[in-house]
């Protein structure tokens, strides 16, 4: 794969609406793990603390731009949004299911850590094997050593990891 089709680009005001709507995919994606998330009257789902990726400094939404095309998002947050003695937390990565299993994501987030060097936490349900696996397949292949605890955050049992990436 060619790591120079894949991009990271940041989400503006102009370009909220492609975010809710790649978000509203997510969310009835996590609903098979989080047995929390209902749509709304409207038929879909709304992501708690959205509006803040576009008033805080500290919420980072960019797209995912696969040859040129948009094919997912990865939520990054930092200051008042992650947990002391952390400096970024990848709070969301999804792709499109057709883009899914190509080195897509794993390129992403390299790219990502290439733009943020610090101390990172990372968090799964516990339920969620498949975010779980990728996870874990991601640090292995980049030979990030890791800490991981299991915690209950929002009533969920959670798998965290903790890295620094420099």
Known sequence: MNLNEIKLEQVTLKTKTKLENLMNLYLHDL???????????????????????????????????????????????????????IDYTIHEVFLLRGFRKKGIATVSIKKLFDLYKGRYNIVQLGNNKIAI??????????????????????????????????
């Not at 789902?45 to 797209?63: A, N």
Request: charged content about 30%; proline content about 2%; glycine content about 6%.
């Open 133 to 166: 696996d990728f996870w874990k397949s991601f640090y292995k292949i980049e030979g990030i050593k890791y800490t991981e605890i299991k915690e209950i955050v929002d009533n969920f049992e959670c798998c965290t990891q903790i890295f620094s990436k420099e």
């Open 31 to 85: 609903s098979e793990f989080a047995s929390d998330l209902k749509i709304n009257e409207d038929g879909k789902f709304e992501y708690e603390g959205f509006e803040l990726y576009f008033t805080s400094d500290d919420l980072k939404p960019f797209f995912i731009i696969y040859q040129d095309g948009m094919v997912g998002f990865v939520l990054l947050n930092t200051g008042k949004y992650v947990p002391r003695d």
